[in-house]
């Protein structure tokens, strides 16, 4: 039976020392909510791709500034993909970002004309991005977005834990209970948990990071000459 999240508030009310006349289900929600959002800042800010993952398609119009919108549960951007011609898988090429105030020698007006079909750019505007070169020609679903998903906040405490605070509950509880020390200005308790909350965030890290070292620390080349 998957573990609801009920079991974090419960066990936030055990560090903080109270029950739920202190964290009660509202509150309990609350500072879920809000441990669950800061679970996830932390490992993207660590490089860990753990959260969920989702792709998007945009049609691509003719239009210039050739702007799009992005996913309204988008939580993260990973790449973009360009397909000027059809649907076809390979045909899609990686869009690299582009910031138009850092721009070398030329305009942004310049690239949307002249920009390479074969390298394409994007520049994040925020809510929507602007796609170059302007496209000459529409295409149905020529954009390919991928992206980490919002993550989902509960509305009720019967609704599970999702992955990959499965792993350990526990670090949002030890985030709810720093989060509740907090409200009471209770400010050493408060950093108490949240140190914890910090180590076990790190253990979690530990288990999802990749097995190899990263990045791959180069190793000079040791030449002694030749040994007979």
Request: proline share 6%; glycine share 4%; aromatic share 10%.
């Amino acid at each position: 039976m998957a573990t609801s999240v009920l079991s974090a508030i419960t066990y936030a009310q055990q560090l903080a020392q109270t029950d739920s006349n202190g964290i009660g289900s509202t509150l309990g929600l609350a500072l879920y909510s809000d441990s669950l959002q800061t679970f996830h800042r932390d490992l993207l800010n660590r490089g860990i791709d753990a959260s969920q993952t989702q792709e998007a398609y945009r049609d691509i119009t003719t239009t210039s500034p050739n702007t799009y919108l992005w996913p309204s549960d988008m939580y993260m951007l990973k790449t973009v993909e360009v397909n000027w011609q059809d649907q076809t898988e390979q045909n899609y090429l990686q869009a690299m970002p582009l910031d138009v105030a850092n721009i070398q020698n030329v305009s942004f007006s310049y690239l949307r004309s002249n920009q390479d079909r074969t390298a394409p750019l994007i520049d994040n505007r925020g809510d929507q991005f602007e796609l170059f070169p302007t496209p000459q020609i529409s295409n149905a679903q020529g954009i390919r977005i991928f992206y980490y998903l919002t993550p989902t906040e509960p509305a009720d405490v019967g609704q599970p834990i999702q992955y990959p605070l499965t792993l350990d509950y526990r670090a949002a509880s030890c985030k709810m209970a720093s989060l509740y020390y907090k409200s009471q200005n209770d400010i050493d308790m408060s950093t108490v948990y949240e140190k914890e909350y910090k180590e076990r965030v790190e253990k979690i890290i530990k288990i999802l990071a990749p097995g190899t070292q990263q990045p791959i620390t180069p190793t000079p080349l040791l030449i002694s000459g030749w040994n007979y």
